[in-house]
């Protein structure tokens, strides 16, 4: 059984977390199955949004313990130079929007997935942690920072270093989440935003993306440096002119992301 699967409706990609008996734990195989399918959607051009989900009562106890820990202490990579690496620590940069939703226990890894995610959402039941003080480590994918990043120095702080537990609406409160849904509702939620997100020009929402990375990576000015050349660029594709004879017309665009 694949411990990641992928379907793919139109324009968007929906992946799931598929070890559902460990608590969704993420072990080496799982982690090296998020990049390849990450590197082959990143490059397909009929893809414009990737959905991610999870089987199962809880979104990720965390990793597989007895699995990673002795790879990674042996300093073992389970993402290739090449791969999109979905937490964003390694290798290329990923280009199209991921939107997260979350369930049940989001720990650890789970927690440090959803905090490199364009848009997560929280099922009211979820609970979120970095449990990692506990056993000798910090949360070093990268959650720490986009934590402070989000929830600001405090809160954040507080939650890495006591290794407490916080629901699904502080996380709303915390900026770790944008929206919140029944359980129920959740997936349907961020279902709906893939999808909206697909129905928009893909050269656009690429740039963005591309843009908003240069500003976290390496702040304004470096950001505000493509902002002339990506109007230009933007502004003399087929997208756009598609959406000013969508607007003339009274109908909706149809990009072809051209």
């Avoid at 073992?76 to 999109?84: A, L, M, R, S, W």
């Amino acid at each position: 059984m694949p411990t990641v699967t992928c379907e793919v409706t139109g324009h968007l990609a929906h992946l799931r977390l598929n070890r559902p008996e460990s608590g969704n734990r993420f072990s080496m195989e799982m982690f090296g199955a998020l990049g390849r399918i990450f590197t082959e959607l990143d490059t397909d051009p009929s893809i414009r949004c990737l959905l991610l989900t999870a089987e199962g009562a809880d979104f990720s106890l965390g990793v597989d313990v007895g699995d990673v820990l002795p790879c990674w202490a042996a300093g073992k990579n389970p993402f290739e130079d090449h791969q999109i690496n979905p937490f964003g620590t390694t290798g290329p940069r990923r280009r199209k929007p991921l939107v997260t939703v979350a369930q049940g226990q989001c720990f650890n890894a789970g927690l440090e997935l959803v905090l490199a995610s364009d848009i997560a959402v929280a099922a009211d039941n979820c609970r979120f942690a970095f449990h990692e003080m506990r056993f000798g480590v910090y949360p070093f994918g990268g959650g720490l920072f986009r934590l402070i990043r989000a929830a600001g120095w405090n809160a954040a702080m507080r939650h890495s270093l006591t290794a407490k537990e916080f629901c699904a609406d502080e996380a709303l409160r915390m900026n770790v989440v944008a929206l919140t849904a029944p359980l129920a509702e959740a997936e349907a939620t961020g279902l709906a935003l893939a999808h909206d997100i697909c129905r928009k020009a893909p050269l656009a929402v690429q740039a963005a993306m591309a843009q908003a990375q240069v500003w976290a990576d390496h702040g304004e000015a470096a950001a505000l440096e493509r902002s002339v050349p990506d109007i230009i660029r933007l502004l003399s594709s087929r997208d756009a002119a598609e959406a000013m004879r969508a607007m003339a017309e009274g109908r909706p665009p149809i990009f072809s992301g051209q």
